[in-house]
């Protein structure tokens, strides 16, 4: 009996020790970060922008770690699907959400209802790119310039035709803070796609066309560049004057990051912006974003974070005003 109570009193012991070295297990888990494959969720379809640019991170991610990294395309409602996809993943550090600025900024302000919340169930890693949008019209359209375009669009109020590729999207949002501070209201017509194809073919008169995809058709002449909504002239396309150079308050670009659940470990995050930071340093990088019109953007944690209220203050001051919503 004796024997048999030590034996028991043995197996209770070795129970305890598994036990207690459970956190201890964990914290080595951690510390072993990144140990098997990464998964970026990105906002958007194969081949547009937001996947183009998450594919040249996740190529330099995977050596930089030394681990695999993959994309999982998860579009729809402005980036609110794949946000909530990461904001209800493991804590990890192996889910990733790659998405536009505006999935923070402004979908909480123009859609009534998300199945998450932007700011307490997601944690800023790092920002990537930076890119602004070219407002480009038809050839046959008789404004060249800002002025032109304000006058006509005065002229005509609620007639003259934008496109853009969403109800509150960015470029949305650029034409909304135009019409605001010109004192015009020109009449908007949401795609599902973008709309530069209608431009060219005169369906429409105007667009809002991010840089990356605006350039090569503003070069080829199938469509006339009005403005860039950036703060400087774009390099590729210098002659074209800015937005704020007539409206000095609409200066504005969009702006790629990666968030992660609100729980992954500090550490995790730390390193994440830090190798990020790295990669969008390195002339290649830097090369590749300026052949697709954009611009590196590299920023810490809480700088990131800082960036974001700053963007989402802004973005609900317009929202509000212009009572856009969504839902």
């Given at each position: 009996?004796?024997?048999?109570?030590?034996?028991?009193?043995?197996?209770?012991?070795?129970?305890?020790?598994?036990?207690?070295?459970?956190?201890?297990?964990?914290?080595?888990?951690?510390?072993?970060?990144?140990?098997?494959?990464?998964?970026?969720?990105?906002?958007?379809?194969?081949?547009?922008?937001?996947?183009?640019?998450?594919?040249?991170?996740?190529?330099?991610?995977?050596?930089?770690?030394?681990?695999?990294?993959?994309?999982?395309?998860?579009?729809?409602?402005?980036?609110?699907?794949?946000?909530?996809?990461?904001?209800?993943?493991?804590?990890?550090?192996?889910?990733?959400?790659?998405?536009?600025?505006?999935?923070?900024?402004?979908?909480?302000?123009?859609?009534?209802?998300?199945?998450?919340?932007?700011?307490?169930?997601?944690?800023?890693?790092?920002?990537?790119?930076?890119?602004?949008?070219?407002?480009?019209?038809?050839?046959?359209?008789?404004?060249?310039?800002?002025?032109?375009?304000?006058?006509?669009?005065?002229a005509h109020p609620d007639k003259l035709a934008y496109g853009t590729n969403g109800v509150g999207s960015f470029l949305h949002l650029i034409m909304e803070f135009f019409n605001q501070s010109a004192h015009v209201q020109m009449?908007?017509?949401?795609?599902?796609?973008?709309?530069?194809?209608?431009?060219?073919?005169?369906?429409?008169?105007?667009?809002?066309?991010?840089?990356?995809?605006?350039?090569?058709?503003?070069?080829?002449?199938?469509?006339?560049?009005?403005?860039?909504?950036?703060?400087?002239?774009?390099?590729?396309?210098?002659?074209?004057?800015?937005?704020?150079?007539?409206?000095?308050?609409?200066?504005?670009?969009?702006?790629?990051?990666?968030?992660?659940?609100?729980?992954?470990?500090?550490?995790?995050?730390?390193?994440?912006?830090?190798t990020i930071t790295r990669i969008t340093q390195t002339p290649d990088l830097q090369k590749r974003l300026a052949e697709t019109g954009s611009e590196p953007m590299s920023a810490s944690v809480d700088a990131m974070t800082t960036?974001?209220?700053?963007?989402?203050?802004?973005?609900?001051?317009?929202?509000?005003?212009?009572?856009?919503?969504?839902?």
């Open positions: 009996m004796a024997i048999q109570r030590r034996a028991i009193i043995a197996r209770a012991a070795a129970a305890c020790a598994v036990a207690t070295l459970q956190p201890w297990q964990a914290a080595s888990a951690e510390q072993a970060w990144p140990s098997r494959t990464i998964k970026l969720v990105n906002m958007g379809p194969p081949g547009t922008a937001p996947d183009t640019y998450s594919r040249i991170y996740a190529e330099r991610l995977s050596t930089a770690l030394n681990v695999p990294v993959i994309i999982e395309n998860r579009p729809g409602v402005a980036g609110n699907i794949a946000s909530d996809v990461v904001a209800k993943a493991p804590a990890d550090g192996y889910t990733l959400l790659y998405t536009v600025s505006s999935s923070f900024t402004v979908n909480p302000w123009i859609y009534s209802r998300l199945n998450f919340d932007p700011e307490k169930d997601l944690r800023p890693v790092s920002p990537l790119l930076s890119q602004g949008a070219f407002i480009v019209a038809n050839n046959d359209m008789p404004f060249k310039t800002v002025k032109e375009l304000v006058d006509y669009a005065a009449l908007h017509v949401p795609y599902k796609g973008p709309p530069m194809t209608d431009v060219v073919g005169g369906q429409i008169p105007l667009c809002v066309e991010p840089a990356a995809s605006a350039i090569p058709m503003i070069n080829s002449g199938k469509v006339r560049a009005i403005a860039y909504s950036g703060s400087h002239r774009h390099a590729q396309l210098p002659h074209v004057p800015t937005i704020s150079e007539t409206y000095p308050a609409v200066a504005v670009v969009g702006w790629h990051g990666l968030w992660a659940p609100a729980g992954v470990p500090n550490e995790v995050v730390q390193r994440l912006n830090a960036l974001l209220h700053q963007e989402k203050r802004t973005w609900g001051d317009l929202v509000r005003a212009r009572k856009i919503t969504v839902n």
